[in-house]
């Protein structure tokens, strides 16, 4: 019988957990079944509340963590029913949980996340923690995916650039017969999705087409892209403690149009990433894209018009579609600590060494 893993996440965009079924036969991995659980409107401004420093309190984390652990729970549930899995036949779930601060520098990233109640609802072990053991090795704990997307996703004649969006953006560079790498390069849909909230009242520009009505502005452009986070040399990672509203108001001028403000946003998220790629990842032959973000096609065009020529394509042309990748990762990530297979992050994160990464909460 197959050994099924199942992953779940929900990342920086506040959208909602996804969750997969994955089998990782020598083949390459297989997705059974996937499902997505929304994020309520109550959760969703709790948890943007929890990520602007000096807001939080320990009751609001305390009871942000158990209703993420039940919709985590639902959605793992609901993605083992679309694979027609018992629970019996998954033998660990990767639950990465909601990243509220993220502070190598100080040594903590801090998800927030209840295993335990994972495992009490699922009735499946459940692997969390994942970054804890990459900063205590003198790492930045973040991004993890690389290695999984160096995994799956390695050609062996071809150096690929893949390209997660999410609400930051981060690279996994995979150079033909060389040794993988990645970083997170900058925004993805953080403020993109932020803006459309303050101005439109919705969680996201559905397909872009708000900022597809504006037009650029080239000094904004300008003072966004003048940001020592862009400049600096990997490994490095980052998150809303950097990119957030008054890091964007600081650098607006009064007057401009909200429309192309958010032009100039979608410029920015496809300009560090191709900037990011040209400076980091030389001699690149194609780029796949995964995460919310690949499915903007306002922003996708942006990044093929400043790829300078390098094919822009999307990760379903490689065996997972785009809102799979990232919960299959940490169903992959959870099989790798079940199994105590240590990995090596040091090109990545900057830890001194291969490290086995997560807790085992047991069902």
């Known amino acids: 019988m197959a050994e099924l893993f199942a992953g779940v996440m929900s990342g920086t965009s506040l959208d909602g957990a996804d969750a997969v079924i994955v089998d990782f036969p020598p083949g390459g991995p297989r997705t059974l079944g996937f499902a997505t659980v929304a994020f309520s ?7 943007l509340t929890l990520s602007q420093p000096g807001s939080d309190t320990l009751d609001l984390a305390g009871d942000a963590s158990a209703e993420l652990a039940a919709l985590y729970a639902r959605a793992v549930t609901e993605a083992m029913a679309a694979a027609s899995t018992t629970r019996a ?24 996340n209840d295993p335990a109640r994972v495992a009490e609802l699922t009735g499946i072990d459940v ?6 053991r990459d900063i205590a090795a003198g790492g930045q704990g973040a991004p993890l995916v690389p290695a999984f997307h160096d995994a799956v996703f390695r050609s062996a004649t071809r150096s690929r650039t893949i390209v997660n969006i999410g ?48 037009r650029v502005i080239p000094g904004l452009l300008g003072r966004l892209k003048d940001e020592a986070y862009f400049r600096a040399v990997p490994p490095k990672s980052t998150g809303r403690e950097l990119f957030n509203t008054a890091w964007l108001d600081a ?26 790629t040209a400076r980091f990842c030389p001699g690149t032959e194609e780029i796949h894209l995964c995460g919310g973000g690949a499915r903007n096609p306002v922003l996708v065009s942006r990044l093929r018009a400043a790829a300078a020529g390098v094919p822009v394509g999307l990760t379903d ?9 990232e919960c299959a990762a940490f169903a992959w990530l959870a099989m790798k600590c079940v199994r105590r297979e240590p990995l090596d992050l040091r090109k990545v994160t900057g830890a001194r060494g291969p490290r086995i990464l997560g807790a085992v909460y047991p069902a």
Do not use: M
């Open 89 to 112: 036949q998954v033998r660990a779930i990767g639950c990465h949980g909601q990243t509220v601060r993220h502070r190598p520098e100080r040594g903590f990233s801090t998800q927030l």
């Open 41 to 47: 409107d109550a959760l969703r401004e709790r948890l």
């Open 317 to 325: 042309a490689l065996g997972i579609p785009t809102g799979q990748v």
């Open 251 to 276: 650098k607006c001028e009064a007057g401009s149009r909200p429309e192309d403000v958010q032009a100039t946003l979608v410029e920015l998220s496809a300009a560090v990433i191709a900037e990011a």
């Open 167 to 214: 609400g930051i953006s981060n690279i996994s560079w995979l150079p033909a017969g060389e040794p993988f790498t990645g970083f997170d390069c900058g925004p993805g849909n953080v403020l993109l999705d932020a803006w459309a909230r303050r101005h439109l009242g919705v969680a996201y520009d559905a397909d872009g087409a708000w900022a597809a009505r504006g």
């Open 127 to 132: 692997v969390a923690d994942f970054r804890r």
